[in-house]
């Protein structure tokens, strides 16, 4: 299917509560976040994010930022300034370093590169009293952003060859 009919579903389906849903597809090679609420599942591309978010503008770059919006300059600059050095050459190697620098991902990370027909997936993990780490341990450290990804063949997904 498309990324309209996935968003068309998500319009029609009962919602529960508010996430941000990254929809794609191969054949446009565009992305859409969609604001998941329980009122409604509004898409959103690289054009129209930024006035929702407060963010800049990154061209073909749709993304949603952890921080309170518009975020501020820290150690490693904002997450926009830290796209912005890799556009062009995004990848899914470099995103990793992004994300991980800027903290960005507590429970899950999906990346998709259409090009390679691929998707990169980390998922967060947490102990018996809900932190991201062990008992006495580093409390970052089960964070998606700092764990091992999957990577799956999008074809095989698609197709349901796996």
Do not use: C
């Not at 990370?109 to 006495?136: H, T």
Request: aromatic share 10%; net charge negative.
């Amino acid at each position: 299917g498309t990324k309209e009919e996935a968003e068309a579903h998500m319009q029609e389906v009962k919602r529960t509560f508010a996430i941000w849903v990254g929809v794609g597809d191969f054949v446009s090679q565009k992305m859409d976040i969609v604001g998941y609420l329980e009122a409604s599942a509004t898409p959103y591309d690289d054009v129209t994010m930024p006035a929702n978010t407060g963010q800049q503008y990154i061209e073909s770059v749709v993304y949603v930022d952890k921080h309170p919006q518009p975020s501020h300059d820290g150690t490693t600059g904002t997450l926009p300034v830290g796209l912005e050095d890799f556009w062009g050459n995004l990848t899914t190697s470099n995103s990793r370093m992004v994300l991980q620098s800027h903290e960005t991902g507590d429970q899950h990370i999906a990346m998709y590169d259409f090009g390679k027909e691929q998707m990169l997936v980390s998922i967060g993990r947490i102990n018996e009293d809900g932190n991201y780490g062990p008992v006495g341990g580093d409390l970052k450290s089960w964070k998606a952003y700092n764990r091992p990804y999957l990577i799956f063949n999008l074809q095989d997904l698609w197709t349901g060859a796996i």
